[in-house]
């Protein structure tokens, strides 16, 4: 992770003052950081009325379809077939990604693009919630 660089760094910074001050903040910047970035991380969930990404929200009657992508066909959804329209929430360090279509004519959004380590279990809750509604 390129967040441990930050170990390294503040080393070469203290070292040649205290040594052991050198390893404390090191340490302890280190988990400042890791703890920020859990904090900080979006989280993406689906009620019956809407699927909620970061602070972003979907009302699950404008939903359209929605398709999962894995390896290659993840790349190509993330590259070369991106429509620049498009709503994204992707990680780079996430392989796998949904894709949702918006069925909303004020909403000049196609669709939008989420990372995600389960994506049959987000699909299905979305499906699940798109069934409770009809």
């Known amino acids: 992770m390129s967040t441990a660089l930050i170990i390294p760094a503040c080393l070469l910074v203290f070292l040649p003052i205290n040594s052991t001050v050198g390893v404390i903040v090191a340490f302890a910047a280190y988990a400042v950081i890791v703890v920020l970035l859990i904090v900080s991380t979006p989280a993406v969930t689906v009620s019956a009325t809407e699927l909620v990404a970061g602070r972003a929200r979907l009302p699950i009657a404008v939903i359209g379809g929605v398709e999962g992508f894995t390896k290659e066909a993840a790349q190509l959804e993330r590259g070369q077939r991106l429509d620049a329209r498009a709503w994204l929430q992707i990680r780079g360090w996430i392989d796998p990604v949904i894709k949702i ?34």
């Open 101 to 134: 279509g918006v069925d909303d004519a004020a909403d000049p959004t196609p669709y939008w693009l989420l990372s995600t380590r389960h994506p049959d279990a987000l699909i299905a809750a979305i499906e699940h919630a798109r069934s409770e509604r009809a």
